[in-house]
Nanobody, 120 residues
């Protein structure tokens, strides 16, 4: 079993910055993919950013150049640095990881969600 704990959400003014963190704990053999999703009220959950074990990344077009995803494999953490925040970035942000708990068993896990509100 794997647990994900998110931290770092909050209220920020437009143009400001926030950093989200997600820590995975439990029986972990490897984490090939770590991602951040978000869901705004009345909208579907969408992928914000993804980082693979080799370090390659993907970003949603709406956040490119403003958000940066990073991971620390020694601590099994993934962070999302969000700069130049806009009101449309307001959403609940969810950490998501694919975890190998053994050499062959791969399972997907979600964090509890962190509210990010961008408002003046």
């Amino acid at each position: 079993q794997v647990q994900l704990v998110e931290s770092g959400g909050g209220l920020v003014q437009p143009g400001g910055s926030l950093r989200l963190s997600c820590a995975a704990s439990g029986t972990i053999f490897a984490i090939p993919v770590m991602s951040w999703y978000r869901q705004a009220p009345g909208k579907q959950r969408e992928l914000v950013a993804r980082i693979f074990s080799g370090g390659s990344t993907n970003y949603a077009d709406s956040v490119k150049g403003r958000f940066t995803i990073s991971r620390d494999d020694a601590r099994n953490t993934v962070d999302l640095q969000m700069n130049s925040l806009k009101p449309e970035d307001t959403a609940v942000y969810y950490c998501n990881v694919d975890v190998y708990t053994t050499t062959s068993l791969r399972t997907n896990y979600w964090g509890q969600g962190a509210q990010v509100t961008v408002s003046s």
